[in-house]
């Protein structure tokens, strides 16, 4: 008796599938190597850029202290660093000179108020837009000339780099926001 449920359960899921498979036939749109890149940064964009902003201003300066994580960056700090990354891996996408400041990965010393580093975090992804918009099949893996270390030489793999890395501090920022009770906005 039990197996003929299962068998009626799996007929079901069958039949109704076909409806759905005949809808989904529709191909994709065939996207450049740049669309494809800034899809990604879209996404991580969407991600970090919800993460800061559901961080209380007068939270931006909490950073943990107990136990390994003493000598952390503040919350505020990790959304500096995680931006002068990005305008630094766009710079060097768009044959641009990185400033001290993204090279230091802190940031400008004057961006204090959440106003501020939102503002600054929202200019790193509109930069990465654009040089993902300058990557293409002729360039995306031809060395710069000015890349910032023997492992990171293409644009393609500071693309990666901007992503990856941004990905890496969106975990710590998505931490601190639970410390302080704080869901995600990408967990609601």
Known sequence: MKSSYWLLALSFLFISSGPARAQNNTPMPIRTL???????ITITENEVVGAADAMPEGKYSFGP???????????????????????RMAAYILGRTATPDQKSET????????????DYLKGSFA???????????????????????????????LAEDAVAHSFNHYGQMVEYLRMNG?????SR
């Not at 669309?35 to 990604?40: C, V």
């Not at 390994?68 to 002068?84: D, I």
């Not at 940031?107 to 939102?118: C, D, E, L, N, Y």
């Not at 704080?182 to 990408?186: D, G, H, K, T």
């Open 107 to 118: 940031g400008p010393g004057t961006v204090q108020s959440k106003a501020q580093i939102m």
């Open 182 to 186: 704080i869901v995600p906005p990408a």
């Open 65 to 87: 202290t107990a136990g390994e994580f003493t000598g952390v960056r503040t919350f505020a700090q990790q959304v500096k660093h995680l931006a002068a990354n990005n305008y």
């Open 127 to 157: 930069v990465l837009h654009q040089a993902m918009g300058a990557i293409n099949e002729g360039n995306m893996l031809k060395p710069l000339a000015a890349a910032p270390s023997p492992s990171q030489k293409t644009r393609l793999q």
């Open 34 to 40: 740049s669309q494809a890149l800034d899809s990604w």
